[in-house]
């Protein structure tokens, strides 16, 4: 089985300050991660994913994401936030074949101006 | 392009009542998934469709929720006889399976309440 952890539930950043939204995996197969963003009501919004190949890859709205095997992590940044960025950021894996996502308990985005 | 959508968006029940919600994928998406996402927690997966064939449920999923996809298209959640304890955002995905990958699209959620 898959799991995930979000180190921190709570990140509160000025704007353009830098962030790191942090993420754990867990998992004996191999498996494809993802980071998701949900603004208040609504549903999920993908920012990126990590397939294969190279470590880092970079998704909308200026986020990027390292892909660290030995680690087992997924950390997500931004070199310079937005108030826009305000919301709430899920990390998941899914298992190489598999069909489920399975996600971390989510880290609440608060940009301060 | 229309994306994930799901009816209602929002809905208000007393406890016992049955509620039936809706979820109409992206055309032409064969597997559609319902996921639960309670205060303060990431979605959680309750079981997924590929065409109208339900393939897998969670253990979450006790006998008082029944999903269909009757024609391969859009699918219902219903859940019977509601408890405070179901109130949270469920949440439909559609995709469409490629070699390997599966990339879900998620819809903008129902909240459901039980009073």
């Known amino acids: 089985a898959q799991s995930v952890t979000q180190l921190d539930s709570q990140v509160p950043v000025f704007e353009e300050a830098p962030v790191e939204l942090r993420c754990n995996y867990s998992s004996s197969v191999s498996v494809y991660l993802f980071w998701y963003v949900q603004y208040p009501n609504q549903g999920l919004q993908l920012l990126l994913k990590y397939l294969s190949g190279s470590t880092l890859v970079k998704g909308i709205n200026g986020f990027e994401a390292e892909f660290n095997k030995s680690q087992t992590s997924f950390h997500l940044r931004k070199p310079s936030v937005h108030i826009s960025d305000t919301a709430e950021y899920f990390c998941a894996v899914l298992r190489e074949y598999g069909n489920k996502l399975v996600f971390g308990a989510g880290t609440i985005l608060r940009v301060k101006s | 392009d229309t994306g994930v959508s799901q009816d209602p968006r929002h809905k208000i029940t007393k406890r016992g009542q049955n509620v039936t919600f809706r979820c109409d994928p992206i055309?032409?998406?064969?597997?559609l998934y319902w996921y639960r996402q309670t205060l303060g927690q990431g979605p959680e997966f309750l079981t997924y469709f590929q065409n109208e064939a339900q393939l897998e449920k969670s253990r979450l999923l006790s006998d008082r929720f029944s999903a269909e996809r009757p024609k391969g298209s859009f699918s219902t959640l219903e859940i019977q006889r509601t408890e405070q304890g179901d109130s949270a955002m469920y949440l439909c995905?559609?995709?469409?399976?490629?070699?390997?990958?599966?990339?879900?699209?998620f819809g903008p959620g129902t909240r459901l309440t039980v009073t």
């Open positions: 055309s032409e998406h064969n597997r």
């Open positions: 995905a559609s995709s469409l399976v490629r070699q390997g990958f599966d990339e879900q699209y």
